[in-house]
């Protein structure tokens, strides 16, 4: 059975850090792409970041520069570290998984999610 749990998250303030976990049970991370999504309420959930299984990684553009996604095979974990953030980052982040490699920044390639973490960021 797969799982995903997020971790990390919580209450930062305007210029802050924050790292989010993404840990696996049931799959191993190093062989699938992983995506970061983020969703506020009323919105669609939007692509944050995904790296791939050789490593490429991709971020959009509202976080490039100041997220990072990252693996550690050995942890079977994928990590976003979140830096100057700012209040629009408050969303309840969700890490996925896909053995898809086309297509990763559509919410729809993915076959498996974790519960979320929240995010939230003061002004």
């Known amino acids: 059975q797969v799982q995903l749990v997020e971790s990390g998250g919580g209450l930062a303030q305007t210029g802050g850090s924050l790292k989010l976990s993404c840990a696996a049970s049931g799959l191993t991370f190093s062989t699938w792409t992983v995506g970061w999504f983020r969703q506020t309420p009323g919105k669609e959930r939007e692509f944050v970041a995904s790296?791939?299984?050789?490593?490429?990684?991709y971020h959009a553009d509202s976080v490039k520069g100041r997220f990072t996604i990252s693996r550690d095979n050995a942890k079977n974990t994928v990590y976003l570290q979140m830096n100057n953030l700012k209040p629009e980052d408050t969303a309840v982040y969700y890490c996925a998984a896909t053995l898809n490699d086309i297509g990763t920044s559509y919410r729809s390639a993915y076959d498996y999610w974790g519960q979320g973490t929240q995010v939230t960021v003061s002004s």
């Open positions: 790296i791939k299984r050789r490593g490429n990684t």
